[in-house]
């Protein structure tokens, strides 16, 4: 499979502008509580967020939500895709599949083997996985966007559905994120931040020159 890449955590019209305009493949809009890249549902409302994103793939992430938060924030970017980053159940997943109709990205934070065992109980309701560092009590509760990498190498027996890579990948080792791994799709975040949950817009293009130059 071709592979695509994913920026993740974007909130600001003028990011998601350039992503638009190189040709990122999806958007993660963060509306997890624990997260220094958060936007409520009315900010992405109210600024229109949607307008500037074209045919890019809008991913509306979330942690544990409530059905009626998934529905407005959804609505507020008018989502394609839902990422499910917290500890939802196969049957929590199985349910916001049908009642929202829109493919489920399910996360798992890595660690080592027996956490991919947890993940193919997901195998038959999850559209794609995306697979990121494992957080730890360090890390305050937030799941992704941690600025760290896993090791890649636990990927090596994964035989299930295709995966987003996520964790600590930027412009030094997206080259082994993408040699070194079956992943089909790439994702950063804070590997285009100077600022922690700020994107910058000219290291957005430099990962992406580097990307298109390695698929």
């Not at 996360?107 to 997901?122: H, P, R, S, T």
């Not at 994120?177 to 931040?193: K, L, M, Y």
Request: contains cysteine; proline residues 2%; positive net charge.
């Amino acid at each position: 499979m071709i592979k695509k890449i994913k920026i993740c955590g974007v909130k600001d019209p003028k990011d998601i502008s350039v992503c638009n305009e190189l040709g990122i493949d999806f958007l993660g809009f963060n509306f997890a509580d624990v997260s220094p890249r958060k936007i409520k549902p009315s900010y992405a409302k109210r600024n229109n967020l949607s307008s500037y994103c074209g045919k890019v793939e809008r991913v509306a992430v979330f942690v544990d939500p409530t059905d009626s938060y998934i529905d407005e924030s959804i609505k507020s970017i008018n989502a394609t895709y839902i990422q499910l980053h917290g500890n939802e159940s196969t049957k929590r997943c199985f349910d916001i599949k049908n009642l929202f109709n829109l493919p489920i990205i399910k996360a798992f934070g890595v660690n080592n083997a027996k956490d991919l065992d947890n993940a193919v109980l997901y195998e038959d309701i999850v559209d794609f996985y995306l697979f990121d560092t494992k957080a730890t009590n360090k890390d305050k509760g937030q799941k992704g966007g941690l600025n760290k990498a896993f090791d890649w190498a636990i990927l090596n027996s994964w035989k299930g559905k295709d995966f987003f890579l996520a964790g600590g990948i930027n412009i030094n080792n997206i080259q082994s994120a993408i040699n070194d791994t079956n992943a089909s799709f790439i994702d950063i975040s804070s590997g285009v931040e100077k600022v922690l949950g700020v994107k910058d817009s000219y290291m957005i293009k430099e990962l992406y020159k580097e990307f298109k130059a390695l698929v």
